[in-house]
């Protein structure tokens, strides 16, 4: 499986300097959703996506690139290089099929490209249809890469206590096209992670770009995945980056990160309708030898693959909720705390 390795080539490594509440505050179009319980802000710019989330008064949980500040309506191209403006944002799978729906761009056609991903997806603003604290729905342009219109909305839980995350494909082409919805939510490297899977047989690991894939990133015990930053670099060793394909056993995925707890919730898919390239979730780790603000871990997340006619739609959702830790940073206390939360919270 090819992914995308290719991001910490060359100068992109710039992109990983995060300016997370800087970064937020330069925006040009801030969109906001607060309760006394979480806080969410969107920008319909560079392709509509989340640039903060926490818990009501706390610190972003998200990691924010820089570009942010100087590039929030870039120029799309069919020949440009990607932006990685980080927070949330969402793709299409499967990943090796992102170029071969178009003619433009013939030598990313032919090479399968695994990146960048659709600028018109990504980087295109967004049309805002509507905007208040509880709820804000974006629309995305079409894309002649892709095939589809992006639709997105996010909502206010009638509990306050959670924000519901929908995202729409609608096929804007004249044929049956095949596609799954793919959240993408990047937090800091430094961030513990946790996945319920019950066995080794349903994780699949590329470490093809860890120099020291032998020291593991992730531990597995007693049904739950542990995927934290091992501080592990050789003298002549800067970077290890690699990625996680699991088919969990529950629908969340949980990082303790700025002292909070983030949980990403979903609907549980049977592994035979997920992309066989793709994972229902998706854990992409770049870890750096200079510390926790160079490096980011991604929180992935697809939905069922499927084929869908002229002017039909397919969607997915997601549900976050946000609380505050001040416990140790320890598997047991962290594990114990998540627990208690998902057995009060709405679990979808």
Known sequence: ?????????????????????????????????S??????????????????????????????GKDILEQPQPTISYFGQHIDYFGHIVW?????????????NQQRREARAPWPPDPYIVLAENKVLKSNDK?????????????????????????????ELLAAAQNIQAGSISRDIWFNTRVASDAV????????????????????????????ENGFLQLKNPNIFADNIKRRSGKLFIQPTAGWIAAFVNQQLFVIEFKLNAQSSIHPEQGQIELYYNFDGLGAAAGLIEL?????????????SISAKEWWSIYPYAGPNARSAQLAYLQQKLNTADVH
């Open 1 to 33: 499986m090819i992914i995308k390795y290719l991001i910490l080539m060359g100068t992109s490594l710039a992109i990983f300097s995060c300016a997370n509440a800087n970064a937020e505050a330069a925006t040009s179009q801030r969109l906001e959703i």
């Open 35 to 64: 309760s006394d319980f979480v806080d969410m802000v969107i920008t319909p710019n560079a392709g509509g996506r989340v640039i903060h989330f926490s818990a009501a008064g706390k610190k972003n949980v998200l990691l924010v």
């Open 92 to 104: 299409l799978g499967p990943q090796n099929s992102w170029w071969t729906y178009q003619t433009k």
């Open 135 to 163: 709820q804000i729905t974006l629309q995305g342009i079409d894309s002649p890469i892709s095939g589809v219109r992006l639709s997105k909305s996010f909502t206010l839980t009638p509990n306050k206590q959670q924000v």
């Open 193 to 220: 992670i946790y996945v319920a899977v019950d066995s080794t047989d349903n994780i699949r690991f590329d470490g093809s770009n860890d120099p020291l894939k032998s020291y593991p990133v992730y531990s597995l």
């Open 300 to 312: 992935e997340v697809h939905s069922p693959y499927q084929s869908f006619v002229a002017g039909e």
